[in-house]
């Protein structure tokens, strides 16, 4: 980060922000100037000029930039003008492509994002004049990739936009490209803690919107449903707190179980109606209750309110690798999280360490997980034994993404062996006693 404090004449100083500006917006080079960003701040002749702030990031996962002074966002055209008052600024090449979406190195749910250009022009020149002016910051970001999904909802847009606004209280406006009704509906009860405004659908809008600072973009961390509290002023606990307060959740703290105690801990088995199912539920349900669980059977649907107070009614959560495990959120604190990974491999593997059980030690969540057999999966009886897919699962890179996914995660259901499987509710039982 750069900063002016000078006092010398105002041509000179043009001159260094107009060296400056070139190397942040043109993208020439591998500049630290550029790679961070600058802020451009003058006081000339003893006179405070309004700060101009063009700083765009690019990260692993993600890139956004921050913009302060005249800004001016045009639905229509996916454009947001920077528009400064440095007359001496060259216009060529002065102009940036992003989507706003948090998973920027994943082709296919970039795909399904709007491009949005960001165009810094000089005040002399003819920018598009303000038909509604704002006088509190702007948050624009897309609810396209892959929302409908419930992992990606939280790894690549709530975790991320809580990441960006938090540091606003509330006195921030979000503006929406690509923007779904039933989105804001399912999420409404964090997106008004994070928000004080009515959504911006800004989609066709013909208006052009005018703010002193704008950020397009979203933070994020480059693992999946975390943060880094090293990097950031927040953590993953910040985060579940807000969840916690914004759907009026009421345990803080699992259950603990102790000697002589009457109550007994609550088993969420989550279902599923499609792949990743378990075919013997009511076995693996009855096997429980004789261990001393209460057992409740639930599918993620329905209302977000209804099902995050279910979950967190709960002191374990069972389910095969999936997006509902991402439901993990509403848990309380010190409870247990059980993955059961489905036969495929070291990718397989890798994939449900990375997605649940690295996060879950963030959130304060105790994790097992529970490998399953090749006896205890259907794939069984869809390959041969000398099958490659059976014999030797294949590492993603190996074969196409589209391929292991097909094979793995869609047409695969699991049978537990209830013998085999008890030793691992037992282990939840002893976490709970700690």
Not at 60 to 76: L, P, S, Y
Request: hydrophobic share 35%; net charge positive.
């Amino acid at each position: 980060m750069l900063m002016f404090n000078d006092t010398r004449s105002s041509s000179q100083l043009a001159k260094v922000k107009d060296i400056v500006a070139q190397i942040l917006v043109e993208g020439t080079g591998s500049s630290p100037l550029r790679d961070k960003g600058v802020i451009l701040y003058l006081a000339v002749e003893g006179k405070k000029e309004i700060s101009e702030e063009l700083l765009c990031t690019s990260e692993e996962r993600t890139e956004f930039c921050q913009a302060r002074g005249d800004i001016r966002v045009h639905g229509k055209s996916s454009t947001v003008y920077f528009v400064s008052s440095n007359t001496t600024m060259k216009e060529k090449n002065m102009s940036r492509i992003i989507k706003p979406y948090a998973r920027k190195d994943d082709v296919g749910a970039m795909i399904r994002v709007r491009e949005w250009s960001m165009k810094t022009v000089n005040a002399t020149k003819k920018v598009p004049p303000c038909t509604q002016n704002h006088n509190i910051p702007a948050l624009l970001f897309s609810t396209g990739g892959y929302v409908g999904n419930h992992f990606h909802e939280f790894t690549d847009i709530l975790i991320p936009l809580f990441l960006t606004s938090r540091q606003f209280n509330g006195e921030v406006h979000f503006i929406i490209t690509e923007k779904r009704p039933w989105w804001i509906s399912k999420h409404r009860p964090l997106l008004q803690k994070l928000s004080n405004y009515e959504i911006m659908d800004i989609d066709g809008d013909g208006e052009v919107h005018c703010f002193q600072r704008v950020i397009v973009g979203l933070k994020r961390h480059h693992e999946e449903l975390s943060i880094d509290p090293q990097k950031y002023s927040y953590s993953m606990k910040d985060f579940r707190d807000l969840l916690r307060s914004s759907y009026a959740l009421k345990r803080v703290e699992a259950i603990k179980i102790r000697d002589g105690q009457l109550g007994k801990p609550r088993l969420m088995i989550l279902s599923r109606k499609r792949s990743r199912s378990f075919t013997n539920t009511d076995e693996i349900a009855k096997m429980a209750e004789s261990l001393g669980f209460d057992v409740i059977i639930k599918e993620a649907e329905g209302s977000m309110w209804g099902f995050a107070d279910v979950v967190n009614s709960c002191d374990v959560l069972l389910g095969v690798h999936g997006a509902g495990l991402t439901n993990m959120l509403f848990l309380p604190e010190n409870a247990v999280l059980i993955q059961v990974v489905p036969y495929g491999g070291f990718s397989l593997d890798w994939l449900a360490t990375k997605d649940f059980g690295k996060p879950s030690k963030d959130m304060n969540i105790k994790y097992l997980e529970y490998k399953i057999s090749l006896e205890e999966s259907t794939l069984m009886q869809q390959y041969s034994l000398d099958h490659m897919f059976i014999k030797d699962p294949p590492l993603i890179g190996k074969v196409r993404w589209e391929e292991f996914k097909s094979v793995y995660l869609d047409k695969q259901n699991v049978k537990l062996d209830v013998d085999r499987f008890r030793p691992t509710l037992q282990k939840a039982i002893e976490l709970l006693q700690r």
